[in-house]
């Protein structure tokens, strides 16, 4: 069965450095998603993306964030200057946007912990 | 905007009662609801969805959710829990294919022995 994939499963880094998550969505999927979760919180929904440019981002996506599509299998979540409280799980997900159907599959997750 | 309302943080049940998660959403029309499970420092697995028609849906590992249109709300229930059900348990919201989902804040499952 497909699946989305994510790497790395976890990053560690130094506040202020700039931190790449990846991920590969299911192949036939037209829709892409970030989302994060804080340890103990619930899930937040971060941006969505659809042909090559962002369709909703939320108060979080600030200008620290940025998304990319580099190639036709990789999706990509890039945070400029990382801070403490960005340290959370991030997830990766895709749907195939077919009409009456939103239907999200999630990846595993990069659990980012920023120092 | 839709919001979701988890109202219950943390359940017990003992192995083998019934369980009922209640989930409750704001939303101006029919909206697309999910129930994901998540075991500690896992993903998240979908157990169910409801898009339209039969407004009881069922789900894997023996559960079922119930759509009620006139009280907003997606409870998740399951007649017979078992310890590896203990997890939490996010209800999720959506408005349309490639929307957003909007996910409520959670609900711990305990189950004893």
């Known amino acids: 069965e497909p699946e989305v994939t994510q790497t790395p499963s976890h990053q560690v880094t130094q506040m202020g450095q700039e931190v790449i998550l990846r991920c590969v969505p299911i192949?036939?999927?037209?829709?892409f998603y970030w989302y994060r979760q804080i340890l103990g919180q619930k899930v937040e929904f971060l941006v969505s993306?659809?042909?090559?440019?962002?369709?909703?981002k939320s108060e979080i996506f600030d200008d620290q964030f940025s998304v990319e599509r580099p190639d036709g299998s990789n999706f990509t979540l890039k945070i400029r200057s990382t801070k403490l409280e960005d340290s959370a799980m991030y997830f990766c997900?895709?749907?195939?946007?077919?009409?009456?159907?939103?239907?999200?599959?999630f990846g595993p997750g990069t659990r980012l912990t920023v120092l | 905007a839709q919001s979701v309302t988890q109202p219950d943080i943390h359940i017990t049940v003992s192995e083998g009662a019934s369980l009922e998660l209640r989930c409750n959403y704001s939303?101006?029309?029919?909206?697309?609801l999910f129930w994901y499970v998540q075991s500690p420092g896992q993903g998240l697995q979908l157990l169910l969805k409801?898009?339209?028609?039969?407004?009881l849906v069922q789900g894997i590992k023996g559960f079922e959710a119930e759509f009620k249109r006139s009280q907003s709300s997606f409870n998740l229930r399951k007649p017979s829990v078992h310890w590896s059900d203990a997890a939490e348990y996010f209800c999720a919201v959506g408005a349309y294919a490639g929307n957003m989902l909007t996910f409520g804040g959670g609900t711990r499952l305990m189950v004893k022995p």
């Open positions: 939303y101006g029309a029919t909206p697309y």
């Open positions: 192949s036939n999927h037209l829709y």
């Open positions: 993306f659809y042909n090559n440019e962002i369709s909703e």
């Open positions: 997900a895709s749907s195939a946007g077919l009409a009456g159907n939103n239907e999200q599959f």
């Open positions: 409801y898009f339209s028609g039969d407004t």
